[in-house]
């Protein structure tokens, strides 16, 4: 059976219709049309209709998300139930015996996993494990000494589903699972966190365009860190950066990213956590390249280019748990993005062509729109003749379609 993606991909491209054209008589942005005709994210009703009337297909395509969300809801509850029912049974099970041992060692390998998987299978994860810990917290069968342990347990993994759903697009959904991982630093009284915490929000911040609301997380975590503990400071530094970057001050985003190297030469003590809850020195470069492309080239681009470089470099020859592959193909783009600014079309074309490989369900919502600047760098008028420009633009938004 035709899935509604699959229709509605089918029915847009026989009428000729660009996924931009598409998107506006949907009333949605390109990315999250895109996101549709992917399955990444389930399409809204509204859509279903807009789409079957636009696309002229006389009730197939309302006809086919319907089922489609019958079949997930009914899903949706046969899952809940047997979380439900296995919960209990543990419960009964092993009430004599309960400990967070198992729990964390579930959320330490899905810190890990998280570098190198799609975004869904980690939601589903996070959210069985997180449940386990709201119901340990919530029922009082634990330990009294683990409570804490608990809520950073259920902290930790509310921040996996922070950034599974940013990573999927939906930044006001993140942004609540970044709320709730606040408010289990919080009552954990864990300072580490609760920096990791800050850092993310600002991150959804920047993701939306508000450099401003960015700056202010940043600061505002600049409270929990100080003593050397973990790359927490690091890791603000470096978002500030990308924030001063976005509004134009190249002096001042050069000064934070010199102060996350000394934030980083003070750590006295490794995080607690490595894989998503860490900050590598390949992610802190890979910080760098991305916040001083958002200048005006010369020395930014300079700088930004060496530094996507020597994350990529250290990624691909480091230990595979800090290897991030979605953040390693964005450093290309960034590598891409500085090359152009220096007017080396043709670095930046090679440097594209790993992201250009990519299959649909390796595109996270940040390539598409990093790509798509790229490509509009590349077709500005001054690389009117330039073949190798004119092609990558055609490379890039063909893999968008």
């Known amino acids: 059976m035709t899935t509604f993606p699959e229709l509605l991909r089918t029915l847009r491209m026989d009428a000729g219709m660009s996924l931009a054209k598409m998107a506006q008589q949907v009333h949605y942005d390109r990315t999250s049309l895109h996101h549709f005709e992917s399955g990444r994210r389930p399409a809204p009703l509204e859509v279903a209709e807009i789409a079957d009337e636009v696309l002229r297909a006389d009730g197939r395509l309302v006809a086919v998300w319907k089922q489609e969300d019958l079949e997930r809801r009914e899903a949706a509850a046969t899952h809940r139930v047997r979380a439900a029912a296995l919960a209990m049974s543990r419960d009964l099970t092993a009430l004599a015996d309960l400990d967070i041992t198992e729990l964390e060692a579930g959320v330490a390998a899905t810190a890990v996993d998280y570098l190198a998987s799609p975004p869904g299978p980690m939601m589903d994860r996070a959210h069985v494990l997180r449940g386990e810990a709201f119901e340990r917290i919530r029922s009082g069968h634990h330990r009294a000494g683990d409570r804490s342990d608990l809520y950073v347990a259920a902290g930790r993994l509310s921040g996996v589903l922070s950034y599974a759903l940013l990573d999927m697009g939906d930044a006001d959904q993140a942004l609540e699972h970044a709320t709730a991982a606040g408010r289990c630093a919080e009552y954990a009284g864990d300072a580490e966190l609760a920096a990791w915490v800050a850092g993310t929000k600002s ?199």
Request: proline share 3%.
């Open 203 to 401: 991150l959804i911040a920047r993701f939306e365009g508000d450099y401003g609301r960015a700056l202010e997380y940043v600061r505002d975590g600049y409270q929990w860190v100080g003593s050397g503990h973990g790359t927490g400071e690091a890791r603000l530094r470096c978002g500030e950066a990308q924030c001063l970057a976005n509004l134009g001050n190249s002096r001042a985003a050069n000064l934070a990213l010199d102060g996350a190297e000394a934030a980083r030469e003070r750590i006295s003590r490794p995080d607690s956590l490595s894989g998503l809850f860490g900050f590598s020195r390949a992610k802190q470069s890979y910080y760098a390249g991305s916040s001083l492309i958002w200048l005006e080239g010369g020395h930014d681009a300079e700088r930004a280019a060496r530094e996507a470089i020597e994350a990529i470099a250290l990624w691909q020859s480091g230990p595979a748990e800090d290897r991030s592959l979605d953040d390693e193909r964005l450093a290309y783009v960034y590598l891409a993005t500085a090359r152009v600014q220096l007017d080396d079309v043709e670095g930046a074309a090679d440097a594209l062509i790993p992201v250009l490989s990519l299959p649909v369900e390796d595109q996270i919502s940040w390539i598409v729109k990093r790509m798509d600047r790229v490509a509009g760098m590349l077709g500005a008028p001054r690389y009117a003749g330039n073949q190798t420009a004119s092609e990558t633009v055609e490379k890039i938004n063909a893999l968008a379609a």
